[in-house]
């Protein structure tokens, strides 16, 4: 059977940045507090004038160099921040990397997107509907913040993650082998935008409420983010027949550090195999697992034929694993 092979990685974040400094210069807290608590010390942010495509783009061509490709079959992009309610952004993302007239959507699974983003790629391909796909993840959630929200500014940073998948075999190292998926929409109100969709519509008059903005009930968040992604990196386990010990990086979406040590006991991966790249950049949603790919890459993590676990949790809720092998691609 045609499967999705990995051919390509890259990322971008904005120059803005957000320290602990920062934030404790403006609210109650300290970048001892956030930094025991998260581990996070840095995150990135965009400018005035520049938007969630901006990054898209960048990281969007990275990884079509690195894949040594200029035309692909399909653009997805995973995002809960597209530049406008309509369209969606990826055809705007598309056009502007000159890749024609392909078809292009959004996807919208908050901080699973890219590892739904991959499946979709996948089911893609092993149609035949398309021979590649360009899949961005990429966020901007300093724009959906709530200013006066200490809790989830101190987590959230904006980026852009990508990667190019092309049809190959499972065979072959970069090959998509097994995933897992799942939801519950009943937990729809622990990662919420209450309002400006159609179940509450911004009044017609006067300025939108605080129900505009990004809310999260962060510690049951945290035992739901550590409960499913444990269980749904077993299943993709299972599925594909690897023990914990054959896992040589487990990159799980980059919520806070101490989920990552969490899930990585729960599922007995030693913490030497678990990528921590949230330092500097902060939870970036829908880029938080591409950025953490194009990173661990780059910085030499990732070598060709290891086995690669990628687990991710977010709003819906939902989440989602992945199990793949690194391919031969050159930095
Ligand atoms: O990306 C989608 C998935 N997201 C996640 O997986 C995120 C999961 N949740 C988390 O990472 C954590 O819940 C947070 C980092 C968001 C918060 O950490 P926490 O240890 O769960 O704190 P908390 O929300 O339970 O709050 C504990 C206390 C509260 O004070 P009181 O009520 O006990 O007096 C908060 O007001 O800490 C307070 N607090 C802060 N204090 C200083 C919350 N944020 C801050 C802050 N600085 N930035």
Request: contains cysteine.
């Amino acid at each position: 059977m045609c499967v999705a092979v990995l051919a390509g990685v890259g990322g971008d974040i904005p120059a803005g940045t957000v320290t602990n400094d920062d934030l404790a210069a403006r609210f109650d807290t300290s970048d001892a507090w956030i930094t025991g608590r998260t581990g996070i010390r840095t995150r990135h942010v965009i400018g005035l004038g520049e938007s969630t495509s901006d990054l898209a783009v960048r990281a969007g061509a990275a990884a079509l160099a690195s894949a040594g490709m200029s035309t692909v079959g399909a653009v997805i992009v995973a995002t809960t921040t597209p530049d406008r309610p309509c369209p969606a952004t990826a055809p705007v993302i598309a056009a502007r990397l000159g890749l024609g007239p392909v078809p292009a959507f959004d996807l919208g699974a908050v901080c699973s997107g890219f590892v739904y983003g991959l499946a979709a790629a996948q089911g893609l391909i092993a149609s035949g509907l398309t021979d590649s796909v360009l899949l961005i993840g990429a966020d901007t959630f300093s724009t959906i913040l709530d200013p006066d929200d200490r809790s989830t500014r101190a987590v959230f940073g904006d980026g852009a993650g990508a990667v190019v998948l092309r049809a190959g075999s499972r065979a072959e190292a970069g090959a998509l082998l097994a995933f897992d998926l799942g939801s519950d929409g009943t937990q729809e109100d622990l990662i919420t935008v209450r309002a400006g969709g159609s179940r509450a519509p911004h009044a017609a008059s006067g300025p939108p409420g605080p129900d505009r903005w990004f809310s999260m009930r962060g510690q049951v968040v945290y035992r739901h983010a550590v409960q499913k992604m444990a269980a749904s990196a077993r299943a993709v386990l299972a599925d594909v027949g690897w023990s914990t010990d054959a896992v040589d990086l487990f990159i799980a979406h980059q919520a806070n550090e101490r989920i990552l040590t969490a899930v990585g006991d729960e599922l007995g991966i030693p913490s030497r195999n678990i990528f921590v790249h949230l330092t500097e950049v902060g939870n970036t949603a829908a880029a938080s697992i591409p950025l953490a790919l194009s990173a661990a890459w780059a910085a030499g993590r990732l070598r060709p034929h290891d086995r690669i676990l990628l687990t991710a949790f977010g709003g819906g809720t939902t989440w989602g694993s992945v199990a793949l092998v690194w391919p031969e691609i050159m930095p």
